[in-house]
């Protein structure tokens, strides 16, 4: 085991790998006080926020910091920085929105549910 999967994948000198080395440097960050922390707040916050802001329920499984916080750690342990997210809403939406401003979701009535989404955004 050990290693780091993103080196042994051979990503070389890509976007990606500079992004992948740039999250390593923070690896140390998500240490047992950080598990220890997390779970606090899950247990505190059980519901995915994005799921229920869309007026469903569904059980968080990370906690997400909101601004990313690139290794500051007054940013790291702010706790009114972090929420609770379901693995794919971190794993997708979220990623969409660091990158993009906004995500894609769209709700039952076929609009974009995200307030900054382009479509929501025009006069």
Known sequence: MG???????????????SVHLQSRSYHHL??????KAAKA????????????D???TVAAQCVDHIQPHRGDLKLFWERTNWQPLCNPC?????????????????????????PNHPFNKRS
């Open 3 to 17: 290693g780091c999967r993103g080196c042994a994948a051979g990503w070389g000198d890509t976007p990606k790998y």
């Open 30 to 35: 998500y240490d047992h006080r950080w598990a």
């Open 41 to 52: 707040f899950l247990d505190q916050h059980p519901l995915c926020r994005f799921h229920e």
């Open 54 to 56: 869309q007026g469903r």
């Open 90 to 114: 971190h794993n997708s939406l979220k990623k969409q929105i660091e990158s993009r401003g906004h995500h894609e979701a769209v709700g039952l009535d076929g609009f974009p549910t995200d």
